[in-house]
């Protein structure tokens, strides 16, 4: 079984990061988004594995290498612009073969891995299967619908009035039927050969089309809030570690992670929080579900469920919250206004200015 890993796309939703880097490799407790997958991947057993990319290639390829750092062996695949899911598959075939193969969009995050779908599809081996997860809403998902023998029956793009509370995950596994519909199938209305419509496909010529329950944690990242809530949902794991230097006027409340080269002075840290290789916190109070990447400086500044990107400088800032702050970035105060009052006052008036 091979694995096919989707990292082109534009990533609008959360620019301005992604008009400078991929939205892929924005990190989560201090380690690109893309890693984790590449980590599960590795460890469901495949070690090949292809991955889409469009204008930000040379920044993954950069980051990934040939894989050999995860125990994987990577080739990269070129897609001109992002034409949907299927066009991945349509533009791989040649690197897929007849090959079984994992499909994962590499800016989602799956708690707790994919080995259970792909021990469950390599068990059961149906022409298709779709990861699945119970949510609240689904009107804002691709929505599965099962008959009663498990089986997928239909497959809806956020609709209206939802016939199931099964929502689409961002991992699919097939077999080489997938290639015959990929072909067969007609761009969307927005232009793209979207996968729901080639799983329909093999749905409607009575192929097998199974659900696999993923019963972790998943989220897409694909926006500022997702990111700062998979940042929470990782940190929550985060083992107290020292590894860099704390002085005694510094106090390190719960799990904080402190990396190799990373100096604590005069500071509070109210866990789960990491502080990445070489940055200096001064002075300064770091609240839960912050991770501050490599190389920042944080000074008498309060920051908290926060990312905080490699090189960056926080200084005199008060209370910073919800916040991703980019690579290379500087936050201090603004310079004082002078600022005067003009009274026109009666008799008899009582005034307090601030």
């Known amino acids: 079984m091979k694995a096919l890993v ?3 796309g534009a990533g609008t939703r959360l620019r301005p990061f992604t008009h400078t880097s991929a939205k892929q ?5 201090n380690k690109p988004v893309l890693f984790y997958g590449l980590e599960a991947i590795a460890e469901a057993g495949i070690t090949e594995v292809g991955i889409i990319v469009g204008d930000t290639a040379e920044e993954i390829r950069e980051a990934v290498g040939d894989g050999s750092t995860f125990g994987l062996k990577v080739t990269y695949i070129p897609q001109t612009a992002p034409l949907g899911l299927a066009h991945a598959v349509l533009i791989a075939r040649e690197y897929l073969g007849d090959d079984d193969f994992l499909m994962y969009l590499g800016d989602n995050f799956i708690g707790g891995g994919m080995t259970g779908l792909v021990d469950e599809f390599r068990a059961r081996r149906p022409d298709a299967q779709v990861a699945v997860t119970r949510v609240a809403d689904p009107r804002a998902f691709g929505v599965a619908e099962l008959g009663p023998d498990g089986r997928v029956v239909a497959l809806e793009e956020k609709p209206a009035e939802p016939r199931s509370d099964l929502a689409l995950v961002g991992v699919y596994l097939f077999t080489a039927a997938v290639h015959e519909a990929v072909r067969a199938i007609e761009p969307s209305a927005r232009g793209e050969l979207e996968i729901t419509h080639a799983l329909q496909w093999l749905i409607d010529q009575r192929h097998d089309v199974r659900a696999g329950l993923l019963s972790g944690y998943w989220k897409d990242t694909g926006s500022v809030a997702d990111m700062l809530e998979v940042n929470r949902a990782v940190l929550e794991q985060t083992e107290a570690r020292v590894d860099g230097e704390v002085d005694a ?7 904080v992670r402190i990396e190799r080269g990373a100096r604590v002075t005069g500071s509070r840290i109210v866990g789960p929080a990491v502080i990445g290789p070489d940055t200096v916190v001064s002075g300064s109070y770091v ?9 920042c400086r944080i000074t008498d ?19 910073v919250h919800a916040s991703i702050i980019g690579r290379n970035v500087e936050v201090t105060p603004a310079p004082r206004v002078a600022a005067a009052h003009r009274l026109v006052l009666g008799d008899h008036s009582k005034v307090q200015l601030p």
């Open 25 to 29: 490799l924005v990190p989560v407790a």
């Open 301 to 319: 500044s309060e920051i908290e469920f926060s990312i905080v990107l490699d090189g960056s400088s926080v200084r005199g800032a008060r209370r």
């Open 6 to 8: 989707l990292s082109g």
């Open 249 to 255: 006027e510094s106090e390190l409340v719960g799990r």
């Open 287 to 295: 609240g839960p579900f912050t991770s501050i990447s490599r190389d």
